[in-house]
């Protein structure tokens, strides 16, 4: 079991910017919704034969005033005047850490780095109040250690109690990770996830016995990347260079790479400079 080493920095990681470039072009973070919820943006007429619900009144009003031409000060609403509200609603976002709980993250104290960046950026997700859940993989398979919830306080403390040890079934977990999301989208079409896979990228369990190890794992990443889901990749990796399986990993993913080093590093400078 290893506490968070508090010298990780993620300033320069902007999960808000990852998640806004999976959304199509031009589309902001709110999105609009015909039902009475979310908040009142504009109107619009309302169509022959439509019924009328939601009744935006100031637009309405105003259309008439516009379209009286009396000399008088009194006018009437006519059917031509109606207008309805237009609603948007903040987009759910939705971030899913995976991470490496392995025997080889307890090596050079690997897990210690790993929960510093993963508790970093659970900071940024209350920040944004996005919803957040947590898979580990450990020994022959991997477990959701927390659902999507909007309890950052929560998933700091799942994570603060995670061990590491065994085997590590990568695929696995990127497996449960993607059907978390799946789920996610059912309940809403509308969510916008990210996902955050924290490793060095030592697999060595397949999800079925003879497959090559390497090669289903970065079939599936490309599926995900595929899906339209947008992920961010931390190598924990202590060598001085970056661990190539996790660079490729990270290309099948269409993932943002960093290295954990980097992170550390960056924490350093800032500390000097201040």
Aim: charge should be positive; aromatic fraction near 4%; include cysteine.
């Amino acid at each position: 079991m290893f506490d968070a080493d508090e010298l990780v920095c993620v300033a320069d990681i902007d999960l808000g910017e990852i998640k806004a470039k999976s959304k199509p072009l031009g589309r902001k973070s709110d999105t609009r919704t015909p039902s009475r919820s979310g908040r009142y943006v504009t109107s619009r007429p309302v169509q022959d034969q439509e019924h009328l619900v939601d009744m935006a009144i100031d637009a309405t009003l105003r259309a008439a005033a516009l379209s009286h031409t009396g000399r008088t000060e009194s006018f009437s609403v006519e059917r031509h005047d109606l207008r309805r509200k237009i609603r948007k609603r903040p987009q759910c976002n939705l971030v899913v850490f995976l991470v490496d709980a392995s025997d080889s993250m307890g090596t050079h104290r690997r897990m210690a780095a790993a929960k510093g960046a993963i508790l970093a950026l659970l900071t940024g997700a209350y920040q944004k109040r996005d919803r957040v859940a947590l898979v580990s993989f450990r020994g022959m398979q991997a477990e959701i250690l927390l659902p999507p919830t909007a309890s950052v306080t929560l998933a700091r403390d799942r994570l603060r109690r995670l061990p590491t040890g065994g085997a590590t079934p990568f695929a696995d977990g990127l497996l449960k990770a993607w059907r978390t999301i799946q789920m996610e989208r059912i309940k809403d079409p509308k969510v916008n996830p990210l996902l955050v896979v924290i490793s060095d990228g030592d697999a060595n369990v397949p999800l079925e016995s003879g497959r090559a190890i390497f090669k289903e794992l970065c079939g599936l990443a490309q599926a995900i990347h595929e899906d339209g889901i947008r992920s961010l990749v931390i190598d924990t990796n202590t060598e001085l260079t970056p661990s190539d399986e996790m660079l490729r990993i990270a290309e099948a993913l269409g993932a943002r790479y960093h290295h954990i080093k980097e992170l550390k590093a960056r924490s350093l400078i800032d500390a000097v400079i201040e």
